[in-house]
Each structure stands twice: as structure tokens, then as C-alpha cells.
């Protein structure tokens, strides 16, 4: 399995687009189009936000995870996120999260970033257990628990 930055994969745009859009967009009743999706994945870069990766086997896509700026409006101060993390269900719990997550901490570390955070609204657990820091719990706009989570980029080896 390789983690290959989607920007130099133009070809997957498609792909990763689906897993987000049903996955992110489709189960939060969020108002995004498939389209705006595409597009948003069209726009990814390799050193700004948002860069998105994807583990790769044989041809396959795994899964998808992105960094970016901030992914709750109402913590402007934290920053960057990782956010959108997404396995295949045929391909979980075989590490490719766990793969994704410690690339994605290495691109926030190469981009200048000591810590990274992350919201979660089910797996606080999963996140204590590979040495994330809880920072708070907050409610969005629909007043559901969000845990926050941060962890510093020099033990992403560690993850």
C-alpha cells in the first residue's frame, strides 16, 4: 500500500469525490452538490490547504483523508485539521486509517505545523488510543457533541 497525494493523481479525483460525498455530504444531509465535491477535490494542492492523500494498492483507492485549515467554524484559532477520513468498509481494520492519519501529520510537520487537530463525533476512543490529546468537547450548529483532538506533529511516528 502506498499514500499518494491526490494532486498528482488527477485520475482519482472521481473516486475520492464518491467516498466523500457519500460518506460526508450524503449521511449529514449537508447541502453540497456531487459536483461542488468534484470541485473541491479538483482544487487540492500538494503545500496548501486543502491536501487531500489516498492509500493506493494495486490500482485500488483504499481510502481518502485531507489537511485542512479548519474544519470547525467555531474554533478559528485551531489549525490545521485532518479532516474527512474515509476507509473502504471491505478494507478496515487492516491499517489504512492508521497509514493515513500518521502521512497526514507528516504533511502538517513538513508544512510548519507543530500539532494538528481533529473533531469527532464517534471515535474519541480510537483517537485517545494512539496518543491524541483530547483539548474539548463543543456543540455545532445542530447542538451535537464534538470532541476535539490534537496531537503534536514531532511523535507522528509514533501513531
Not at 22 to 31: A, D, G, R, Y
Not at 76 to 84: D, I, N, Q
Not at 94 to 115: P, S
Request: charged share 30%; with cysteine; hydrophobic share 35%.
Amino acid at each position: 500500500m502506498k499514500i499518494e497525494l491526490l494532486h498528482n493523481h488527477p485520475d482519482k479525483i472521481t473516486e475520492v469525490s464518491t467516498m466523500i460525498y457519500k460518506e460526508f455530504v450524503l449521511k449529514t444531509n449537508s447541502k453540497m452538490t456531487y459536483e461542488e465535491v468534484v470541485q473541491h477535490f479538483s482544487a487540492v494542492s500538494d503545500h496548501t490547504f486543502p491536501v487531500t492523500l489516498f492509500a493506493l494498492e494495486k490500482g485500488a483507492c483504499l481510502g481518502t483523508v485531507s489537511l485542512v485549515e479548519n474544519d470547525l467554524a467555531r474554533r478559528p484559532a485551531y489549525k490545521p485539521w485532518l479532516a474527512s477520513l474515509y476507509t473502504k468498509p471491505e478494507y478496515r481494520s487492516k491499517g489504512v486509517g492508521q497509514r493515513l492519519t500518521a502521512e497526514t501529520i507528516t504533511m502538517a510537520k513538513k508544512l510548519g505545523f507543530k500539532e494538528i487537530y481533529l473533531r469527532t463525533e464517534e471515535a474519541s476512543d480510537y483517537y485517545r488510543k494512539r496518543g491524541w490529546t483530547w483539548v474539548e468537547t463543543v456543540s455545532d450548529e445542530k447542538y451535537e457533541k464534538i470532541d476535539v483532538f490534537k496531537v503534536d506533529t514531532s511523535k507522528s511516528n509514533s501513531l
